[in-house]
């Protein structure tokens, strides 16, 4: 099933303002119409929609603009006070046929989909890690943007919730080099991260990616805190 064209304008806009500091303004509607060959409405609606979602802002006629990134709710006992979160997707409709992995996890058919977040964690101004964050549509989609970020604090769920976890080496991911400031062929860790109810239900399943250097003069650790 393919996405909706305003879905795929919220995904272009996402890239297009995952590298830019906040308050940056963004292509103009009629812009990003031609560019990408799409109507104003459907561009308009899928601007609405990061704008709800506070990762754009309107500012009067002035136009549109890169919303601040928010601090983290709290800091885990185990990292740094320092570090700050900078959402970069928040995909209400995502089709993870290139996450084949996450979908059997879920046991989810072709035809399902799920909600995701990545965000970059920083330490000051050093990136530390890229996560992927997945879950099912109907844990997420009903929830406001405050509920959503309590929602998505791994160490809570962690801690109240069963987690099992691995440790592969790998290549950072192409569209996550600029973000981490890593050349093309560093090699990585990435940790895949699954996080159950005590009932045995999957909540999370949580894809991160390291800075090989930065994260380790953090103090930052490859194993996550379970219960």
Same mark, same amino acid.
């Given at each position: 099933?393919?996405? /909706?064209?305003?879905?795929?304008?919220?995904?272009?806009? &996402?890239?297009?303002?995952?590298?830019?500091?906040?308050?940056?303004?963004? /292509?103009?509607?009629?812009?990003?119409?031609?560019?990408?060959?799409?109507?104003?409405?459907?561009?308009?609606?899928?601007?609405?929609?990061?704008?709800?979602?506070?990762?754009?802002?309107?500012?009067?006629?002035?136009?549109?603009?890169?919303?601040?990134?928010?601090? &983290?709710?709290?800091?885990?006992?185990?990292? /740094?006070? !320092?570090?700050?979160?900078?959402?970069?997707?928040?995909?209400?409709?995502?089709?993870?046929? @290139?996450?084949?992995?996450?979908?059997?996890?879920?046991?989810?058919?072709?035809?399902?989909?799920?909600?995701?977040?990545?965000?970059?964690?920083?330490?000051?101004?050093?990136?530390? +890690?890229? $996560?992927?964050?997945?879950?099912?549509? $109907?844990?997420?989609?009903?929830?406001?943007? @405050?509920?959503?970020?309590?929602?998505?604090?791994?160490?809570?769920?962690?801690?109240?919730? @069963?987690?099992?976890? $691995?440790?592969?080496?790998?290549?950072?991911?192409?569209?996550?080099?600029?973000?981490?400031?890593?050349?093309?062929?560093?090699?990585?860790?990435?940790?895949? $991260? =699954?996080?159950? !109810? +005590?009932?045995? =239900?999957?909540?999370?399943?949580?894809?991160?990616?390291?800075?090989?250097? @930065?994260?380790?003069? !953090?103090?930052?650790?490859?194993?996550?805190?379970? !219960?």
């Amino acid at each position: 099933m393919p996405q /909706p064209k305003y879905i795929q304008v919220m995904d272009f806009l &996402r890239q297009e303002i995952a590298d830019k500091p906040p308050h940056s303004p963004i /292509p103009s509607e009629r812009e990003i119409s031609q560019r990408l060959d799409i109507s104003r409405m459907t561009v308009r609606k899928a601007i609405e929609e990061l704008c709800r979602q506070q990762v754009l802002y309107r500012d009067g006629n002035r136009g549109t603009f890169v919303a601040a990134a928010a601090p &983290r709710a709290s800091a885990s006992l185990d990292k /740094p006070v !320092s570090e700050r979160q900078r959402v970069l997707f928040l995909d209400s409709a995502y089709e993870p046929a @290139n996450v084949p992995h996450v979908r059997k996890a879920f046991r989810l058919d072709d035809h399902q989909r799920l909600f995701r977040m990545v965000r970059l964690i920083l330490d000051g101004q050093q990136p530390l +890690r890229v $996560e992927e964050i997945y879950t099912m549509p $109907e844990a997420a989609l009903d929830k406001g943007l @405050n509920e959503l970020e309590s929602f998505f604090q791994l160490d809570l769920c962690r801690q109240t919730g @069963n987690v099992s976890w $691995e440790l592969l080496p790998a290549l950072i991911p192409a569209k996550y080099l600029r973000l981490l400031e890593l050349r093309q062929g560093t090699p990585v860790i990435c940790r895949r $991260e =699954e996080i159950r !109810s +005590r009932q045995g =239900e999957l909540i999370l399943y949580v894809q991160t990616w390291y800075h090989p250097r @930065n994260a380790r003069l !953090s103090g930052e650790t490859f194993m996550p805190r379970s !219960s």
